[in-house]
């Protein structure tokens, strides 16, 4: 059974950093994507940074590249998104996702979710 557990959400002021962990089991590292993606109430969830264990550069959605730095442990299965210099525009519940194959940020190419964790910036 695929698992995906998001955590380290929480409430940081403008400027400040968190780090969000997905911890995984049941798929290997090697032949998956697993994608961080965030969403705020009344809009689409939207694809931020993805990794891929079949390999290729990091993907990161334009509006965190260079603060944002996606990585993965993969003795520990678990995937990182260290958020630095955060704005409130990043205030949303941030999701991790995992399937097969290639990184996308379309929604719909990732069967496995992880429960959200809240992400608050304050002004």
């Known amino acids: 059974e695929v698992q995906l557990q998001a955590s380290g959400g929480g409430l940081v002021q403008t400027g400040g950093s968190l780090r969000l962990s997905c911890v995984t089991s049941g798929f290997s590292f090697d032949d998956s994507a697993i994608a961080w993606f965030r969403q705020v109430p009344g809009k689409e969830r939207e694809g931020i940074s993805c990794?891929?264990?079949?390999?290729?550069?990091?993907w990161y959605e334009d509006s965190v590249k260079g603060r944002f730095t996606i990585s993965s442990d993969n003795g520990e299965n678990t995937v990182y998104l260290q958020m630095n210099g955060l704005e409130p525009e990043d205030t949303a519940v941030y999701y991790c996702?995992?399937?097969?194959?290639?990184?996308?940020?379309?929604?719909?190419?990732?069967?496995?979710w992880g429960k959200g964790t809240q992400v608050t910036v304050s002004s």
């Open positions: 996702a995992a399937d097969l194959g290639r990184c996308s940020f379309l929604r719909s190419a990732y069967r496995f």
């Open positions: 990794v891929s264990g079949t390999g290729g550069a990091p």
